[in-house]
T-cell receptor, first 112, second 108 residues
Framework: DAGITQSPRHKVTETGTPVTLRCHQT?????MYWYRQDPGHGLRLIHY???????DKGEVSDGYSVSRSKTEDFLLTLESATSSQTSVYFC???????????FGPGTRLTVL | DAKTTQPTSMDCAEGRAANLPCNHS???????VYWYRQIHSQGPQYIIH???NNETNEMASLIITEDRKSSTLILPHATLRDTAVYYC?????????FGTGTLLAVQP
């Protein structure tokens, strides 16, 4: 398995507070992704990065921002968390459009 | 990206082959078929992918029809640990578009 870690693994926060989730990889992969997963849904892409400081939106990007200042770290920020952002968040990486994506263990976020 | 259609759930007896179908009738010529699985609460795990030829690895086989409008993932000897949600994905960019997948329940 690719060396992908996510922190924190679990977080409970209150509506209106800022939250930052971190994804760290040791594989030197170019591409990094943030997904969310809700009951009854497959994973949905929030944002992705195709290089340092290069990011783009996915299908459910509203309310989220990302940053990538170095290859190994990809941060997902909820500027003002809402209850609808309660979800499990997965980070993924790959080095090509045609190779496998490796997924992290996930972060369970609860917004009260 | 082309959409895929999979059955919501399937059962399979332990030790038997599990055949998971996927329809992707709008697939384009440069789009690959990928299969991932997700075991309860874990991150998705890559299984296999292919373009037009059948593929086999240590986990599974992928059979793609000649017109590429459908495919079948085959787990040759299913075990209880293969119980998971299996996602069929058509991909031509770096982004994966997940559907709701097939819940495969392997029965003892």
């Amino acid at each position: 398995d690719a060396g992908i870690t996510q922190s924190p693994r679990h977080k409970v926060t209150e509506t209106g507070t800022p939250v930052t989730l971190r994804c760290h990889q040791t594989e030197n992969h170019r591409y990094m992704y943030w997904y969310r997963q809700d009951p009854g849904h497959g994973l949905r892409l929030i944002h992705y990065s195709y290089g340092v400081k290069d990011t783009d939106k996915g299908e459910v990007s509203d309310g989220y921002s990302v940053s990538r200042s170095k290859t190994e770290d990809f941060l997902l920020t909820l500027e003002s968390a809402t209850s609808s952002q309660t979800s499990v968040y997965f980070c993924a990486t790959d080095d090509s459009s045609y190779n496998e994506q490796f997924f992290g263990p996930g972060t369970r976020l609860t917004v009260l | 990206d082309a959409k895929t259609t999979q059955p919501t759930s399937m059962d399979c007896a332990e030790g038997r082959a599990a055949n998971l179908p996927c329809n992707h009738s709008t697939i384009s010529g440069n789009e690959y078929v990928y299969w991932y699985r997700q075991i309860h609460s874990q991150g998705p795990q890559y299984i296999i992918h292919g373009l037009k030829n059948n593929e086999t690895n240590e986990m599974a086989s992928l059979i793609i029809t000649e017109d590429r409008k459908s495919s079948t993932l085959i787990l040759p000897h299913a075990t209880l640990r293969d119980t998971a949600v299996y996602y069929c994905i058509v991909r031509h960019t770096n982004k994966l578009i997940f559907g709701t997948g097939t819940l495969l329940a392997v029965q003892p």
